[in-house]
């Protein structure tokens, strides 16, 4: 098994010489183990480098000093008292909870984060001496950015193409999500657009199916978006869902720009980051990152990806915006967690173009003071499917509703002269209930 | 949200019209809830069909009878004990759990498979409702073999190019894991193809790394591989591992073929279904599918993804081998597990050429005979790393050793039988332990 260290920046080059700072990749987790914790820390060092179950001829202490993962840190933190996962070994009574810090050198994959993930994210959540194993954080060295150059387009270039240069971008969803026939669907975005809503998005369920295939959405959607466009100058945003196969993103995206779309979503975990990469590598407007089936991943406390790690990975693979939920939001996550998800998109990573953070899930103008307040930015997406839909005075005044309300935030007003202002908030709490401070 | 009907095969036509079979799918989900069972069925399948928080306008009773998912079965099974998942709402006290299915109609996607997998496995992950919710299997129409070949090559595609028309397939894999050099590997894999070994693949630790690249392990494995096949007929298959970006896995693909290879390893979860499939649609040889980060989707109880409906979608995208892990493996996984692990590989679906199983982690040639008799079959890959570098004379003895095992359990000996023919094995004891009958 790989020998624990605390060396630090220390390596060995490839004639056995001991050098200074070689890159590295510091990878954080969250552990419960009911084996002493530094040594098992050393087993997932061991299993995710040099390792095998017993020692093998070539394994020499050279190899070891220069590709063993070191254990960087090892700090305890209070049990949850969650369960531990199947298969744990050991005495329960004996389990404890640390964040461990472990050092990878960059030379063992290279800057590829297919590769990358093999090793801080491979095997190790398979591991039986650990009661919990969840990625919580990435640090990763600048070979990742040159590399991968993020997104394309940003906030900058969202706002540019929907015209909305300031205050918080807000959107839509397409509802009923599924079974719209194509002319229904142009009809509701006419409705959306007059409303004055800069986005709308497919729902994830949306896909290429036989109903409402991708090419007839686009021939129903576009004509009604540039008509709009021509009379008023401004082209609200659409994004198209053109999750598929690999083979079929390129001239899914193609059949949008050709006629005249100005985004294209992509569910990053269907079509995998590699997926969203290689789309990110041909895509010539902004792509907009669903984080569909991302419970699998995370929801967990004990196994899998923290949103943290996840979204550095999604923002080096190239998505413009990205769903980081809202609060009060339908689905399991606190406030709190949304709240650090939407910090963490907008933290600088590598020197990328910043990703728009998009807040979806339950939302409507009465969330935008909590927000606001939260967050201190508009630079957001924010997106109401039945808090649009959904007004008693219809999507008009939805839209009109969730403008006012972050208008009024974002000028630091109170919920009571928010709704003293906006007649349209005054309606959606008949709905929605009370404005949130 | 989605009404619950049991009509089985109804469904309304675009004219409305009541109709016999559509196409559909059915998923079968683990759920936990404190709401009453039927509610929570409805909410998972609203919230993955037709549903938003509040109906909206164009939602018909029409379209919800077309597009809505449909609970076709509740059965309520023992609860485990383990922890609600995070945020779950409800009464801790009146939490149940139950095997639950829900029929997809196949028009909602169409037989892709990453928008079969919103519809399937997409937000119902974050459901607060639920306080477990593991899909655990998945039956498909047969639409979608139609869209996805499946393996190009399987079983007997994978002995014909390794020569072993019968018996078990004996493999193993470089270790150390990483950080060998070309020419250390090359001298390696001279040793194992002399050793009689049928296939030899990369740790999926190692990529493309700088300081052994892919084109640097082909230049150094394949003469030496080529040479001994020109001795005697006998080319053993080398997986390279060519996990990497879309964009290069198919020069990566052609690298190895281009030298001769006969084998590419992907891992699958890091390419991602959608990269496998890509890779398939290119690929000359067999694809080696390896099920690295599995354990984040799978490990927990409460959430995620079982293997037997994992292994369907990656079956679908045309991995020829998968691993499955192998009992008294290193990982959590318990025997019973992963013996189903391999069952569900071999199980017929939808006229797709068989995928060999892969057995790994801990193997070595005592654990041959509770194997045979558990799966009855020999046509499974069969891979040790120590188990063969660590036998005490040596790789050619570590493969003797799982080789005469592997005779003796297909010929139906005793384990006392095996060592009393097998001195390879016999000597394998005195490292690894007694043979597990």
Wanted: proline share 6%; aromatic share 6%; hydrophobic share 40%.
């Amino acid at each position: 098994m790989g020998q624990s260290r605390s060396v630090g920046d220390v390596g060995v080059d490839a004639g056995g010489v001991v050098t200074g700072t070689r890159p590295h990749v510091l990878a954080t987790y969250v552990i419960e183990t009911s084996l002493p914790l530094q040594r098992a820390a050393e087993v997932l060092a061991g299993e995710q480098s040099t390792g095998t179950f017993v020692r093998v001829a070539r394994e020499s202490d050279d190899l070891r000093a220069r590709f063993a993962a070191q254990v960087e840190s090892i700090d305890e933190i209070p049990p949850t008292g969650a369960s531990p996962l199947p298969g744990a070994i050991g005495d329960p009574g004996a389990r404890r909870r640390a964040l461990l810090r472990l050092r990878f050198p960059l030379d063992n994959f290279g800057p590829s984060l297919p590769n990358l993930l093999a090793a801080v994210a491979g095997n190790l959540f398979e591991i039986k001496e650990l009661a919990a194993i969840k990625l919580v954080d990435l640090d990763l060295p600048g070979a990742f950015a040159e590399r991968y150059p993020g997104p394309a387009f940003g906030v900058d270039g969202t706002r540019r193409l929907m015209s909305r240069s300031e205050g918080a971008m807000i959107g839509t969803i397409v509802k009923p999500s599924i079974g719209l026939s194509p002319e229904d669907l142009g009809e509701l975005v006419g409705e959306l657009a007059t409303a004055g809503v800069d986005f709308i998005k497919d729902d994830e369920l949306q896909g290429n199916g036989p109903t409402a295939p991708l090419a007839a959405r686009v021939r129903a959607v576009m004509p009604v978006l540039q008509r709009h466009a021509d009379r008023t100058g401004v082209k609200p945003m659409y994004a198209f869902n053109i999750t598929d196969d690999i083979d079929r993103l390129e001239a899914n995206h193609d059949l949008v720009v050709a006629a005249g779309g100005t985004c294209v979503m992509v569910c990053v975990n269907l079509v995998g980051l590699s997926g969203l990469e290689y789309l990110r590598r041909r895509a010539q407007v902004p792509i907009h990152g669903h984080r569909t089936m991302f419970g699998a991943l995370s929801r967990s406390e004990q196994v899998g990806f923290s949103f943290r790690a996840w979204q550095k990975l999604v923002r080096l693979s190239g998505a413009d915006h990205l769903h980081t939920n809202g609060i009060s939001n339908k689905f399991y996550e606190s406030d709190a967690e949304v709240l650090e998800s939407i910090a963490a998109v907008r933290e600088p990573l590598l020197g990328l173009t910043p990703t728009v953070p998009v807040l979806s899930s339950g939302q409507w103008g009465g969330l935008a003071h909590a927000t606001y307040s939260a967050v201190a930015t508009t630079d957001l997406l924010v997106l109401a499917g039945g808090g649009i839909h959904g007004h008693p005075d219809g999507s008009a005044a939805g839209v009109m509703s969730m403008r006012e309300a972050w208008e009024s935030a974002a000028r630091g007003e109170s919920p009571a002269a928010a709704l003293e202002h906006s007649a349209a908030l005054r309606r959606a709490t008949e709905v929605f209930g009370p404005v949130r401070a």
